[in-house]
């Protein structure tokens, strides 16, 4: 379905007014359902952070079976960071200045880098960084044809997918079905990835448009489950299709405390020994992510959020305030990692679902816009540098924005291969398209890497003969003691198809419900080889 929110580009400040409202009353909405209610995943509340634990199957994999100790964590600037006023272009500072006669800043409000290039004056926290060599920005980031709605282009970034294309899965969730289509019931042991706020992005939802978090916001719940062992009853339930949906429901709420134990631990071992400012919502969420890390969490992957970045009006304050409180958070953040001993091992990178139009508009403010900048820090970038093209204020695209010189995929391949070592055709196949590798400064040479096909220790697949009855196919490399299990949503085993050796080559199974007094619903096949195991789901809807 094609977009229309923006479509009035070009048209009245009512009409834009009005679409700005439309956009983000669909993003509220969307937000609010993403956040209400039970909607899978593994999530807690440290201190007073909604903290999410979240699986990627097929990244995961690559991930526990490398020999990198690397640690990426994202920092999402929600609403559409200003990348004119981040970064400042000092070869064009008139033409900028003539845009933004009172939104621009002044030379000697900025912080020069090169002779082309300055930073906003209230990230003068991370000057540090950019002088010891750790920290980098990549100009003009984007994809072709943006899309200026808040909810698509943060989906378009989420998914990785074309413009053109309605993705609802996230480019690390999507391929959570295809390994560990049963998470819920069956969770790793150790949460590859934590998200603290920022609920109604996508980057972890599955086929299934399951999101694997949740956000449970009150920590009194805690308690119950520490004395109980489970937050609802599964039970006691009625005996009927209603009962087996309310079963689930309350099941994936329970699966949610899976990791609370493993990250309070973490945690508690963890110790913040740097100063955090106060009053500043990332610094509170990169302080979590510290203790985590140092608290030997084993995790590789974090996100955090920080709101505020519309800035239709005012910006100038508004904009101020969320520069330094990005400075001082990130600042802070390597100076308690550094500590630790951990500096060399994180990279952190920030991202927004757009910038903002070169020209201000009468409200004091920017309206959305295109490509912007992407920030870069920590040591293993070896070296401080400005890269991407320079943005060209006299030729902008047919929405008066900023064009894009770097895909921003192209960002999220290279991180993957030779930040955290995933291989290549891994990488290729997460993100969705063969991306362009970029020289960050970072290389990756470990001593053992898992490729796909070692993720995917043999073949699966189910064929669907009835609607009541399905085949199950795989195919052996070598001679295994095999089982091979039905079990419901709630990990409840409904039949074992097969439970002894057998030789290489392809095999089959058939599962008919008709045998077995169950509901219509999603059911999971598990296939245990020796010591590999690979799983998948399947429908039964019997007439």
């Not at 150790?190 to 920590?219: H, K, M, W």
Request: aromatic residues 8%.
């Amino acid at each position: 379905m094609k977009n229309t929110t923006h479509n009035k580009r070009h048209g009245s400040a009512l009409e834009h007014g009005q679409a700005h409202t439309e956009d983000h009353d669909l993003w509220s909405r969307r937000s609010f359902l993403r956040n209400f209610g039970l909607v899978g995943g593994a999530s807690m509340l440290l201190g007073k952070l909604p903290v999410t634990a979240m699986e990627s199957a097929m990244l995961s994999e690559a991930l526990r079976s490398s020999d990198s100790d690397r640690i990426l964590v994202l920092i999402r600037l929600k609403g559409g960071n200003d990348g004119l006023n981040t970064i400042i272009p000092l070869y064009d500072y008139d033409t900028y200045a003539n845009f933004r006669p009172t939104v621009r800043l002044r030379q000697n409000e900025t912080i020069r880098l090169t002779d082309e290039f300055a930073m906003h004056g209230e990230l003068n926290a991370v000057e540090q960084l950019w002088e010891e060599d750790a920290m980098r920005i990549i100009n003009s980031v984007g994809y072709p044809n943006q899309n200026l709605s808040h909810f698509r282009s943060t989906d378009i970034w989420s998914s990785a997918s074309d413009a053109n294309v309605l993705d609802s899965s996230g480019w690390l969730g999507r391929y959570l079905g295809d390994l560990y289509p049963d998470y819920l019931t069956n969770p790793p042991s150790t949460p590859p990835a934590i998200q603290i706020g920022g609920f109604d992005s996508l980057v972890f939802n599955d086929l299934n448009r399951v999101s694997i978090s949740v956000n449970i916001a009150d920590p009194r719940q805690l308690e119950d489950i520490a004395e109980n062992g489970q937050l609802y009853d599964i039970n006691n339930l009625p005996d009927c299709t209603y009962g087996e949906q309310l079963r689930y429901m309350r099941t994936v709420a329970n699966s949610t405390f899976f990791y609370a134990d493993d990250i309070g631990q973490a945690a508690n071992r963890g110790r913040n020994t740097a100063t955090y400012p106060e009053g500043n919502p990332l610094a509170s969420s990169l302080a979590t992510v510290a203790r985590l890390i140092k608290g030997n969490m084993g995790t590789q992957l974090y996100m955090v959020t920080m709101d505020g970045f519309d800035t239709h009006a005012n910006q100038a304050n508004q904009h101020a305030r969320l520069m330094r409180y990005l400075g001082e958070a990130v600042k802070a953040f390597y100076d308690d990692l550094e500590q630790g001993g951990w500096q060399d091992k994180v990279l952190s990178m920030t991202f927004s679902e757009f910038g903002r139009r070169p020209r201000q508009n009468a409200a004091d403010g920017t309206d959305h816009g295109a490509a912007a900048p992407v920030l870069l820090f920590g040591e293993g970038l070896n070296g401080s540098m400005i890269q991407g093209g320079r943005p060209d204020l006299n030729d902008l695209d047919q929405n008066d924005n900023i064009k894009y010189d770097v895909d921003f995929r192209d960002i999220y391949a290279t991180i993957l291969d030779y930040w955290l070592c995933i291989p290549s055709d891994t990488v290729d196949q997460v993100i969705g398209r063969v991306s362009p590798r970029l020289n960050l400064g970072f290389d990756c040479q470990p001593t053992s890497v898992t490729s796909l096909g070692a993720t995917q220790p043999f073949r699966h697949r189910v064929l669907t003969e009835s609607s009541s009855e399905i085949i199950l196919k795989y195919e052996l490399p070598s001679t295994a003691q095999v089982r091979v299990d039905v079990v419901d949503v709630m990990g409840r085993s409904i039949q074992t198809l097969q439970n002894g050796r057998q030789v290489p080559g392809q095999h089959q199974l058939r599962f008919s419900a008709h045998e077995h007094r169950i509901p219509n619903g999603q059911y999971f096949y598990r296939i245990q080889a020796d010591q590999r195991r690979v799983s998948g789901a399947f429908q039964i809807m019997k007439n």
